[in-house]
């Protein structure tokens, strides 16, 4: 290890493929994201709901996301469902795995913001005449969304962390085309250490988004 | 006119209101007293269909509050209410609290909406705090903002519960002016209050409440300058 040399330029001349990567670990992050975002506020609404069976399946689903390691979840449907004759390709047993638990963590985000809105704002707003439909869209859920919004961006990098998993399945995002191109150039530290700072630039790019937009979007302080 | 007639309720097995009767005529101010639990808040609840009614009438100019046609949303553009909690909402300015329901309810156009709030708010006392969000003011000066959000409405009736309990002393005197106000404007007004001397220097009626009933009721001077009741007594000789 003393005397390593660096070699840069196999990394550099392979940039474009690393540049590949990390479109698909955006890409699947995003897509992950956004389909978890759906079904969490269906998750949010079972758990609070009065009916038994809409707040067991809820509770189930955010219980196992909450508690098993993403690492088994990709697991489980890339070589579990494979063992029932499903055959999910790596991409899209990443895509499932990340989708069921950025829904578990994200209705529970949910849930809490929408708990965390004092009652007496729905009494006042309906004082003022405002029917059920217009309560929510115009004072529960602006408060709510920006109490949610720093949580969920927090899942989104998350995310696009968790998807490196993607390199145990063989899924050709960031990480898996790291292992690959230092598979056979051998340059693994370089590869490892130009792919680190890709995924530290990305992050830092969605925080720095998000914080953007939160200033723009958010007026006033939270009660 | 605001008349409640034999108003029964219950919350699960614990009756709140045991039969009440109370008018309340235009341009009227009545004042609610009695010790916490007694149902004077339960009232206002109920005549603004937040909470519904077991047994009795609720009619607001001619409306049956509680009949199911009748359309709560409707009939609450005309019943301001003012809480204890003054409830502003935290991501909307001064202006905005007071000129969303004018807009998304009444339809008027985002100019006129803010036209009506900026009247009303100027008129408590908030014009130079519009664009200003509510969690940066004072208790006392979000009451007050809660005060005119209601009054953009314009509703024909006002309801205050208890709207000075949860304030520092210092803040109570700038939201009593404000019900002051509107009293000279000649608004009806039913007023929940701890507020002993307030109550004797507006009120047209004061109704004392004990235990779900209306224990004591007629002119300011009578129950509270000369109760009839011991249990009235009782109750002045604790609070004043």
């Known amino acids: ?223 | 006119m605001i008349e409640i007639k034999g108003v029964h309720k219950s919350f699960g097995d614990l009756e709140v209101l045991k039969g009440i009767d109370l008018n309340v005529n235009s341009g009227e101010v009545v004042s609610i007293i009695g010790a916490s639990g007694s149902g004077k808040s339960t009232l206002l609840y109920c005549i603004n269909a937040i909470e519904k009614i077991n047994s009795g009438n609720i009619i607001v100019d001619d409306i049956d509050v509680h009949d199911k046609k009748t359309d709560k949303n409707k009939l609450r553009q005309n019943l301001g209410m003012v809480f204890q909690q003054w409830n502003s909402f935290p991501h909307l300015t001064v202006l905005e609290n007071a000129a969303l329901a004018p807009r998304i309810v009444k339809g008027f156009t985002k100019e006129e909406a803010e036209e009506i709030a900026r009247k009303e708010l100027v008129h408590v006392g908030l014009g130079d705090k519009l664009d200003v969000y509510p969690t940066r003011m004072s208790g006392g000066q979000q009451q007050r903002l809660a005060i005119a959000r209601a009054l953009a409405m314009k509703p024909a009736y006002m309801l205050f519960d208890e709207v000075t309990s949860a304030l520092d002393p210092e803040l109570v005197g700038e939201v009593l002016d404000t019900l002051r106000l509107l009293r000279d404007d000649g608004m009806t007004m039913i007023c929940v209050t701890h507020e002993i001397s307030f109550a004797k220097e507006v009120s047209d009626k004061v109704a004392f409440f004990h235990k779900g009933l209306i224990e004591e009721m007629g002119p300011p001077d009578e129950v509270l300058g000369n109760p009839q009741r011991e249990r009235t007594q009782q109750f002045l000789s604790k609070v004043l």
């Open chain 1, 1 to 223: 290890m003393d005397n390593y040399e660096f070699h840069w330029n196999v990394v550099f001349d392979a940039f474009p493929q690393l540049l590949s990567g990390a479109f698909t670990t955006i890409h699947v992050s995003v897509l992950s994201m956004l389909l978890g975002i759906v079904i969490a506020v269906l998750l949010a609404l079972g758990k609070m709901s009065d009916s038994k069976i809409f707040y067991n399946m809820a509770n189930i689903w955010i219980e196992t996301a909450r508690n098993l390691p993403a690492l088994f979840l990709i697991y489980m449907a890339y070589f579990g469902l494979g063992a029932y004759g499903i055959h999910l390709s790596p991409y899209f047993s990443v895509f499932s795995a990340l989708v069921f638990i950025n829904a578990g963590y994200l209705a529970e985000t949910f849930r809490g913001g929408f708990q965390s809105i004092p009652t007496t704002q729905y009494s006042a707003a309906k004082s003022l005449g405002m029917n059920s439909l217009k309560v929510y869209r115009h004072v529960i859920l602006p408060q709510m969304f920006r109490r949610i919004y720093h949580p969920m961006t927090n899942q989104f990098v998350w995310s696009i962390l968790m998807s490196s998993l993607g390199i145990l399945v063989g899924m050709n995002e960031l990480s898996g085309e790291t292992q690959r191109l230092q598979s056979t150039s051998f340059r693994t530290l370089e590869f490892f250490i130009v792919a680190a700072v890709m995924y530290f630039v990305i992050t830092k790019l969605v925080l720095l988004a998000s914080g953007l937009i939160a200033k723009k979007v958010f007026k006033g302080e939270l009660s």
